[in-house]
């Protein structure tokens, strides 16, 4: 089977400061592993996704991950958060062995403070 | 071009009654996949259509829930006799190419289903 923890439900940043978000996953496979981004009223966003190429990943909106193997882990950073940044953060693996279902994190829910 | 599209936008219902849940996918898209967002909770795996034909059901969760595609576009998600517990956020995306190779999944903004 295959699961996401997203370690904070909630995560709250001053504005310019660096952000983290935090993602364990379990998998019996090789994981494809993405973050999504989902903005009030807004349709989910794919941010980045790893698909077992270089394992730091860089997506849009100056976002980035890491895939750790030996860690289980693929968090999320950014080196400065702008006010735009708030929204709901979804950490997601699916598996080839499993039909590539997307399986999802409970999300994590980032506040800009100003 | 148009994105992923989903009627209507929030949908109020007593316990009981049946709702139909649309969903437009891009056009051209031959994948189609629904999911289920509980409060608080991240996305269910429903359903998933390749055409107009759905290869895995695995996740609809009762008997209650059914899902057809037309002409490789438009997916209906029913509803029979809704319960309090399927009050969620209804998701649909779309894709190029179905699950047997990882294509980007594009989401629409869901219906938001509440069960009176």
């Known amino acids: 089977a295959q699961s996401v923890t997203q370690l904070d439900s909630h995560v709250s940043v001053s504005e310019g400061t660096p952000v983290l978000l935090r993602c364990n996953y379990s998998s019996s496979y090789s994981p494809s592993l993405f973050w999504y981004v989902q903005h009030p009223n807004k349709g989910l966003q794919l941010l980045l996704k790893?698909?077992?190429?270089?394992?730091l990943v860089k997506g849009i909106n100056g976002f980035e991950a890491e895939f750790k193997k030996s860690e289980t882990s693929f968090h999320l950073t950014k080196p400065s958060a702008h006010m735009s940044d708030a929204a709901e953060y979804f950490c997601v693996v699916s598996v080839r062995e499993y039909g590539n279902k997307l399986v999802f994190g409970a999300g994590t829910i980032l506040r800009v403070k100003s | 071009g148009a994105g992923v599209s989903q009627s209507p936008s929030n949908k109020v219902t007593e316990k009981g009654k049946d709702v139909e849940l649309r969903c437009d996918p891009i056009?051209?898209?031959?994948?189609l996949y629904w999911y289920r967002q509980r409060l608080g909770q991240g996305l269910e795996f429903l359903i998933y259509?390749?055409?107009?034909?759905?290869?895995?059901k695995s996740g609809l969760p009762s008997d209650r829930f059914s899902a057809e595609r037309t002409g490789e576009s438009v997916s209906t998600l029913t509803i029979q006799r809704t319960q309090q517990e399927d009050s969620a956020v209804y998701l649909c995306a779309s894709s190029t190419i179905g699950l047997a190779v990882y294509n980007e999944q594009f989401f629409g903004p869901g219906t938001r289903l509440t069960v009176l």
């Open positions: 056009s051209g898209h031959t994948a």
């Open positions: 790893y698909t077992s190429a270089a394992t």
């Open positions: 259509f390749q055409g107009n034909s759905a290869p895995d």
